[in-house]
């Protein structure tokens, strides 16, 4: 008989309700009940053993330990509590640099003997390479599923509660940078380790404060290295290392000032008890600052370093270039650690290799440089604020890059203070710049170039007379008070004699005759716009500060090298070498070869009887009587070259201006060890002028050239 139910009116409800009978009720709430227990045995049915163990071993990488924790079954792994458990996964996982983790089941247990033991093999990248290797998990069944049974073989078969996992690091040797010939530019080189044995010191705020002085560290810095949690009464404590004074450079006839006073100052340490200095290895920077911008240096890394070059091989120990040559060959010099890791037991022994990979060195770095030329020009310029550049012609080999003031790279390696930090950075010569990467004004070292412009568009006939205009000239009234000053007059007015006397009114008319279109598009055409090929990055070369030559004024200008135009040193040098290669433009290049093979980077950019034209004008230059440069000439070698004063100031009328002093000089090919050098030196006014610069390099050369 068919149930019935009635409408009634729920009291106090004001709207009609529905009375379930109670039977009906029943069998919803069993119905529900079912439907739970139902839902819970198809999910305990579908997750299986291997199902939690991928799981698990998915959460490793990530270093997800307490969602591992919560897979554990407590009792079954031994009652290890979350922070041990987080502990020694943690520690192994961490240290070993696990990655890519991969896991493959190798029985599908369910069903068989054992159901919740599961047979697997997993594989990963660590610090040390691939680390492969087949266990077995075992698992306890509950009310809330699968429950994993964790012990120490879970992270390695071998691996036992006592036992502990080692990572040993085999630090690369860092390559060394050498000279053409095989001199040594940085390498390995020995300091001094200055340290404390906390024991043996007596009056020990006495001895830090006088410590601290003599290192020039602050007294807090000391306790706090003092203060490590490894330290004991009879650990030797280093707190900086210093240079290490050679007994053959104290006892010279004439020992440097600098040598003596790091003696003093080492036998002052050595005298306050508990302090002690041991040899070191350090890197080391044999020319000093005579290199320092081109070799650059290295410190050690950072914790930023450590996150940005993460999987590269770095390690809390490693150093990394900064800068130059250490810096543009990091990768080729810092070599690839060697790792071993591996389980020792609780003895201390070594119980099972895991994985292991090779040390191997860095490569050494062999340049063209020539370490003789780069110290002869840092030793004549180093006072000046300068830059010099000297390569092959024919080659391309770069022999020198130099700039002055410098710094002495090896202060980095020592570990500099902060006061000396803070005067090389506020000292108004500027020792940390780097000059010859950057662009300057050229001044009549330009000449040359518009010469074989014009030559080359035809609108310059290297005979034609312009006729004397005397000292000073203007086009015509529409230049105002402007006017093109030169230092000379002579006849006839022709492009040889123009060269020889540095003639700027000349030069001004030849580019008003070129055109300010032919001269961009010529410019363009000989690098300027575009970055030099080289391995150092070099600033770019410009005609002008915007995209085209926009005045009549500015265009006389550049044609002596002043206006707006800059010139990259290494550029301008290269450019130079077209007069000695019937007008291609070398490729420069750094890195030595055994068999020297010159590389054209602008072919025909200068036709043939151009650049001879030219040529034969700078020889003239350096060997006519008459000739801006004629102070270095030698009878034995017909040199060319031009000289260059370009004036910095802020109006034609400006007295206070300053000049950049410029000499561009190379040899012909029919000599032993061919050369061209290109210097620049700011502030040469009232000392000279380019005069100034031609003695100089008129050493440098003479002693190159002589085989000094």
Sequence with gaps: MKEKTKQTRGKGSGRPGWVIPAMTMVLIVLLIIAGVLLFFRIRSNEEK????????????????YEEMYAMLDPEESGNINQENFIKRNSGIYEGIEIQNMRLEILEDSE????PLLVKYRTSFDTVAGNLSFESEAHFTKGEEGYKLAWDDSLIFQELTETDK???????????????????????KGTASSVGIVPGKLEDRDGAIQAIAELLEMTPETIENQLGAQWVNDESFVPLKTIPKVNELEVTALEPDETVLKEQERQ?????????????????????????????????????????????????????????????????????TNGCDIYIEDENGDRKAGLASVSVVDGENIKLTIDASIQSALYEQFQTDKSCSVAMNPYTGEVLALVSAPS???????????????????EDEQKPLYNRFRQVWCPGSTFKPIIAAIGLKSGAIDPSEDYGSEGLSWQKDESWGDYHVTTLHTYSPVTLENALIYSDNIYFAKAALKIGSEELENSLKALGFGEEIP????????????????????????????????????LHLACLYTSFANQGNVIKPYLVYQDQPQSEIWLEGAIPEDAANTVLEGLKKVVNDPNGT?????????ALAGKTGTAEIKASQDDVNGTELGWFAIFTGQDVAKPVLVVNMVEDVKDRGGSGYVVGKDKVVLDAYLNGQ
């Design 629 to 637: 440069g004629y102070a270095a000439h030698r009878d034995d070698i």
């Design 49 to 64: 053993p291997q199902d939690v163990l991928a799981e698990y071993m998915n959460h490793i990488p990530k270093g997800e």
């Design 165 to 187: 996992v080692r990572v040993s690091t085999i630090q690369a040797e860092r390559g060394s940078i050498l000279d053409r010939n095989d001199r040594v530019l940085a390498g």
């Design 407 to 425: 710094y002495d790279n090896n202060e980095f390696i020592m570990g500099m203070s902060d006061a000396r930090w803070t005067s090389l950075n």
């Design 111 to 114: 069903g068989e003997k054992d």
């Design 534 to 569: 080289f391995d150092i990055k070099m600033s770019v070369s410009q005609y002008s500060n915007q995209e085209h030559i926009d005045a009549e004024v500015q265009l006389a200008d550049s044609g002596y090298g002043q206006g707006q135009v800059l010139v990259n040193p």
């Design 267 to 335: 036998e002052a340490l050595l005298a306050i008890p508990g302090v002690m200095i041991s040899d070191v290895e350090v890197r080391q920077y044999p020319l000093g600052e005579a290199a320092a911008h081109l070799v650059g240096y290295v410190q050690s890394v950072t914790a930023e370093d450590l996150e940005e070059h993460a999987g590269e091989g770095y390690n809390s120990n490693s150093v990394i270039g900064r800068s130059g040559i250490e810096g543009l060959f990091e990768k080729e010099l810092k070599g």
